[in-house]
């Protein structure tokens, strides 16, 4: 008897539900959409309903008669899918109680076209979901709703007439306790019905325009609950070896290895992304990450020059608008190599364990009359020991890129700078205790002033020379004894005397960048304190 009953329900109320599931979506669009598919099967025994090959398409002909009548909605789906599986499906609520009430829905292979249009006018009274169920079904509950490798295809229309198109492949879609009944929609925990949209893609790699790198852009997920995007990790890879690197490059070029781990962009406005291309975002974290830049000073300069390439120059020129009202970065380490023409041995300085925070980056004209300063606070241990925070104001919009920059080193061991100063200037520092260095810089981009303050005990150097093959150094006694008597002040203050200090220009040399103009002024000041200004 069981078994009879099973199969006559099975039987009778499979042709119900391929006629109600027809009608329904035909009903609900006032005919604009159509719905076919190759089969439906329900089990009310296991409460499963499979379809197969099904699709939804709007009527052109309906729609041009809608938008006559100005009550065509400005968005129109076309959807393919090849298989539904709707499992934990409640048969009996349905027929008797018109709820649908399903655990998991599972989409296979679903292909969405959206198409929605600035320019369409629609008069006609707007109506929530459930009033659009309302008349043939009191709600529609699915715990689980799975959509897995869909292919997704944007097209806005803005008021203009213009178009942009976006088109993903691939994205892995979760939706987490959806309903539509009489108060979802005004539910403050629920998101368009949901608790929460999940939205992820598989991972993206490409090369760079110019062919030199590799981009990789892993584990991202959206999280549209929280508007919050999720990058797992971007991460820039040099495609040749140093040497094939620059024999590619032909003249001196930054070569990047750049990997930031846990990206987070919260309170990301999709509809500017996908609309406008504009990147707007309250807060932008990267949890840890790592920074490797090497320079081939050996090969010849590029043509032209670094004029309007400052950070916030670039921001300015940028293509997309920008508004992120705060970046943070953690635990990042960076690292600048360069390979001297003087020596052939490569010099380094190094950041770690960097903390950063930026604040107001936009480039965007009406925000920037409102506050165009770009403050950037880092704090860092320097070359092992330094202990550095420094604060970057950029002038954003100004003609002259003026800048300000501002810090302080403290208790550093002198000798952590040999791994520059020996293949870079060819001085030894044999010892040194950096109790205090305090800077502060202005300029813009062609040239710097700045106030240097440098308290020191116990400076010693060796001058060097350098063996015929370049690969070893040898003190020269004489000329780094009577540096050390006479040239080299051993600290400051001296006894009895004021602190000295510096105030120093420096004009830039426009093919070089702007952090070379910061560092070229900083350290005029400080071998002036220390009577190295002749070395």
């Known amino acids: 008897?069981?078994?009879?009953?099973?199969?006559?329900?099975?039987?009778?109320?499979?042709?119900?539900?391929?006629?109600?599931?027809?009608?329904?979506?035909?009903?609900?669009?006032?005919?604009?959409?159509?719905?076919?598919?190759?089969?439906?099967?329900?089990?009310?025994?296991?409460?499963?309903?499979?379809?197969?090959?099904?699709?939804?398409?709007?009527?052109?002909?309906?729609?041009?008669?809608?938008?006559?009548?100005?009550?065509?909605?400005?968005?129109?789906?076309?959807?393919?899918?090849?298989?539904?599986?709707?499992?934990?499906?409640?048969?009996?609520?349905?027929?008797?109680?018109?709820?649908?009430?399903?655990?998991?829905?599972?989409?296979?292979?679903?292909?969405?076209?959206?198409?929605?249009?600035?320019?369409?006018?629609?008069?006609?009274?707007?109506?929530?979901?459930?009033?659009?169920?309302?008349?043939?079904?009191?709600?529609?509950?699915?715990?689980?709703?799975?959509?897995?490798?869909?292919?997704?295809?944007?097209?806005?229309?803005?008021?203009?007439?213009?178009?942009?198109?976006?088109?993903?492949?691939?994205?892995?879609?979760?939706?987490?306790?959806?309903?539509?009944?009489?108060?979802?929609?005004?539910?403050?925990?629920?998101?368009?019905?949901?608790?929460?949209?999940?939205?992820?893609?598989?991972?993206?790699?490409?090369?760079?325009?110019?062919?030199?790198?590799?981009?990789?852009?892993?584990?991202?997920?959206?999280?549209?609950?929280?508007?919050?995007?999720?990058?797992?990790?971007?991460?820039?890879?040099?495609?040749?070896?140093?040497?094939?690197?620059?024999?590619?490059?032909?003249?001196?070029?930054?070569?990047?290895?750049?990997?930031?781990?846990?990206?987070?962009?919260?309170?990301?406005?999709?509809?500017l992304l996908l609309q406008e291309q504009q990147i707007w975002a309250d807060r932008v974290n990267i949890q840890s990450g790592k920074l490797d830049i090497y320079r081939n000073r050996m090969l010849p300069m590029p043509p032209g020059n670094k004029l309007g390439q400052y950070p916030h120059q670039l921001l300015a020129k940028l293509k997309v608008p920008v508004n992120i009202d705060t970046l943070t970065g953690n635990n990042i380490n960076l690292q600048y190599t360069e390979l001297s023409p003087v020596t052939e041995q490569t010099g380094y300085i190094n950041f770690s364990h960097i903390h950063g925070l930026l604040r107001n980056i936009t480039n965007i004209d009406s925000l920037v009359a409102k506050n165009n300063h770009l403050i950037a606070d880092f704090d860092a241990v320097f070359l092992k020991s330094g202990k550095l925070t420094a604060r970057f104001d950029f002038l954003l919009n100004d003609k002259n890129g003026r800048f300000g920059v501002s810090g302080r080193l403290n208790n550093m061991n002198g000798k952590d700078l040999n791994v520059i100063t020996q293949p870079m200037g060819k001085i030894e520092i044999k010892s040194c205790d950096i109790r205090d260095l305090t800077f502060n810089i202005k300029g813009d981009e062609r040239r710097a002033s700045a106030f240097v303050k440098l308290l020191y005990q116990n400076l010693k150097i060796a001058v060097l020379k350098q063996n015929a093959d370049h690969k070893g150094f040898k003190r020269k006694g004489l000329i780094s004894l009577v540096a050390n008597a006479l040239v080299i002040k051993s600290e400051n203050p001296a006894n009895g005397e004021n602190a000295r200090t510096a105030n120093v220009t420096y004009t830039r040399d426009i093919q070089k960048s702007f952090f070379n103009l910061v560092w070229k002024t900083l350290f005029t000041g400080v071998k002036d304190i220390a009577g190295a200004g002749n070395l």
């Open 1 to 271: 008897m069981i078994l009879g009953t099973g199969w006559y329900l099975n039987q009778h109320w499979n042709k119900l539900l391929k006629r109600e599931l027809q009608g329904y979506v035909s009903d609900l669009s006032d005919s604009l959409y159509t719905v076919k598919f190759k089969d439906l099967h329900l089990d009310v025994l296991s409460g499963s309903i499979t379809i197969d090959k099904a699709s939804m398409t709007a009527d052109s002909l309906v729609y041009q008669r809608l938008l006559t009548q100005q009550k065509a909605p400005a968005e129109i789906y076309t959807i393919s899918v090849d298989r539904l599986e709707l499992r934990y499906f409640k048969p009996w609520r349905y027929f008797f109680g018109r709820d649908l009430s399903a655990g998991v829905l599972t989409v296979s292979g679903p292909s969405v076209i959206m198409e929605q249009n600035a320019t369409v006018k629609d008069t006609s009274a707007p109506r929530t979901a459930y009033q659009n169920i309302s008349a043939k079904m009191k709600s529609i509950f699915i715990g689980k709703l799975v959509l897995d490798s869909t292919n997704f295809k944007y097209i806005f229309t803005r008021k203009d007439s213009s178009r942009v198109i976006h088109q993903f492949h691939n994205l892995r879609i979760r939706i987490n306790d959806f309903l539509i009944d009489s108060v979802a929609l005004n539910d403050p925990t629920r998101f368009l019905y949901a608790r929460n949209y999940e939205i992820g893609m598989k991972d993206y790699m490409n090369r760079t325009r110019d062919s030199l790198y590799w981009m990789y852009i892993r584990g991202i997920r959206y999280d549209a609950a929280l508007r919050t995007l999720h990058i797992g990790q971007f991460e820039l890879q040099p495609r040749y070896d140093k040497a094939a690197f620059q024999k590619k490059t032909g003249v001196q070029q930054d070569r990047f290895e750049v990997v930031f781990n846990d990206i987070s962009l919260r309170n990301l406005n999709p509809r």
